[in-house]
């Protein structure tokens, strides 16, 4: 082979190695940018139904709060004990929805 088609060979070995790297950069940098897309959208619909969750047991823990002091006879709950008793009802609900059980124990504990 003489030094022209050496050359030429070189040249063309050059490119289709540059070509693959580049190639090869856009797919993992597409498969990276798809996974974190997908992350955000598992996130996103997880922060949702978290949020769906807690909203329909406030309102539930507020219904029950209301059903007991009727049912004792007791006016409606407007004393802030009333809501502290509520916040931290909610709170322990959203730890056991949120964590393992032990977790949950040992916040109940």
Do not use: I
Request: hydrophobic letters at 45%; glycine letters at 8%; aromatic letters at 2%.
């Amino acid at each position: 082979m003489n030094g022209v088609a050496q050359g030429t060979v070189l040249a063309l070995v050059g490119v289709l190695v540059g070509t693959a790297g580049t190639l090869l950069g856009q797919y993992m940098t597409t498969r990276v940018e798809e996974r974190r897309d997908r992350r955000q959208r598992m996130d996103a619909r997880r922060a949702e139904r978290k949020e769906a969750v807690l909203g329909f047991l406030a309102a539930a823990q507020r219904v029950e709060l209301v059903l007991d002091r009727r049912e004792l006879g007791l006016p409606a709950p407007d004393d802030p004990a009333d809501e502290k008793l509520h916040d931290l009802w909610l709170a322990k609900k959203a730890v056991e929805l949120a964590c393992s059980h032990e977790t949950a124990q040992a916040a109940h504990d």
